[in-house]
């Protein structure tokens, strides 16, 4: 398999234009990326990836992310089973933002709390402003403690 190499960002017409990828990542070194199901189109999950997840991610076709918490390149599934099989990956207009639209392996859940989208509340707006969070999964798809046991919570608070 040959090694993904990004292209260097010449022009605007290259990178808004043209066929070839010129990824920016930010001031970080990272890039974000959205995660939906590719048969429903939920949005799954957002994470960040640096240069060497997101050539493991296209290169594997397997979803790879970068820990800001643990500022370690990771897996999607590695620990819990519930792989990332990438479907489709685009990229945006200038570039700097990815989005990928993924199989789930298992239970088909992608949040490391137990719900099968990391977005399972909502925050109320307008005139319901100011309201508690709003729960929009009635259950957890998996108990994280049968799945990570006593490993340290993936984010920092």
């Not at 960002?9 to 010129?22: D, I």
């Not at 819990?80 to 639209?101: F, K, M, T």
């Not at 490391?112 to 977005?119: E, I, P």
Request: glycine share 8%; net charge negative; charged share 25%.
């Amino acid at each position: 398999m040959m090694a993904i190499e990004f292209k260097p960002r010449r022009t605007v017409e290259q990178v808004e234009e043209g066929e070839e990828l010129a990824p920016k990542f930010g001031p970080d070194g990272l890039l974000p990326c959205i995660t939906s199901d590719a048969r429903t189109g939920e949005v799954l999950m957002l994470g960040w990836m640096n240069v060497e997840a997101l050539r493991l991610t296209i290169e594997t076709a397997q979803a790879h992310y970068f820990s800001r918490a643990r500022k370690a390149i990771w897996r999607k599934g590695a620990t819990s089973g519930l792989v990332q099989q990438v479907i489709e990956a685009r990229i945006d207009d200038d570039q700097d933002a990815l989005w990928l639209r993924v199989e789930v392996a298992g239970s088909g859940a992608s949040c490391h709390v137990g719900y099968r989208s990391c977005f399972y509340r909502a925050v109320p707006t307008g005139q319901n402003a100011g309201e508690p969070l709003r729960l929009l999964e009635a259950r957890k798809i998996f108990d994280p403690n049968d799945v990570y046991g006593d490993a340290p919570n993936p984010t920092k608070l």
